[in-house]
């Protein structure tokens, strides 16, 4: 955790404490967001809500600091690593997994439209 924490800091100094975050949105950048004004007062992060591939071109230009993705690769089931790979392999960057999630429908109580799916 300390180390972390001052590799944080590092980063929060050459960034004069605004982070920017581009690419799709997700609730826990708002959260990492409220944890970072917590730890380190004067910091933000400023989020641009682009979509997944807009992040990664971001990221690309060396427009923002972190990328919001969540591509699944329906051959491997995995998340953003073939993309990365097939869309720019030769940017340098750190992939860090910051959630798993289950994406699902609500529906009214018993069903009543007996709903299983999407087509």
């Known amino acids: ?7 944080c800091s590092a980063l929060w100094k ?8 581009t690419g799709s949105h997700d609730l826990s950048i708002d959260i990492l ?7 380190f007062p004067g910091s933000r992060i400023a989020a641009s809500n682009v ?3 807009g992040g990664l071109a971001a990221i690309q230009r060396g427009e923002t600091h972190m990328a919001g993705t969540h591509l699944l690769d329906p051959a491997t089931g ?8 097939r869309t720019i392999p030769d ?8 959630v798993r999630r289950m ?6 109580p018993g069903n009543p ?7």
């Open 1 to 7: 955790m300390k180390k972390s924490r001052s590799s």
């Open 14 to 21: 050459k960034s004069s404490g605004r982070f920017f975050c």
């Open 33 to 39: 967001g409220d944890e970072l004004k917590r730890n």
């Open 51 to 53: 979509g997944s591939l």
């Open 78 to 85: 995995q998340y953003n690593i073939s993309y990365i790979q």
């Open 91 to 98: 940017t340098p960057l750190v992939l860090v997994r910051l």
């Open 103 to 108: 994406q699902g429908l609500l529906v009214q």
């Open 113 to 119: 439209k007996k709903i299983t799916g999407l087509r």
